[in-house]
């Protein structure tokens, strides 16, 4: 959840590295991918981790 909210996060701010950085202004308004990737590694992550121990918190 935590990521998934960092990756929402991402919306307002302008693109400043990466591809999406020639875009300026223009990249306000759109989700970092790197951000929605990392957060889906985190929670598939997350959902392994339960599975293994038995259950969450």
Excluded at 13 to 24: D, H
Excluded at 36 to 46: K, M, Q, R
Aim: without cysteine.
């Amino acid at each position: 959840a935590a990521a998934a909210d960092g990756a929402q996060a991402t919306r307002p701010m302008m693109a400043s590295r990466g591809r999406a950085a020639r875009l300026g202004p223009r990249s306000i308004g759109h989700l970092d991918p790197g951000a929605v990737s990392a957060a889906a590694l985190l929670d598939s992550l997350a959902l392994w981790a339960e599975g293994r121990t038995g259950g969450g918190a």
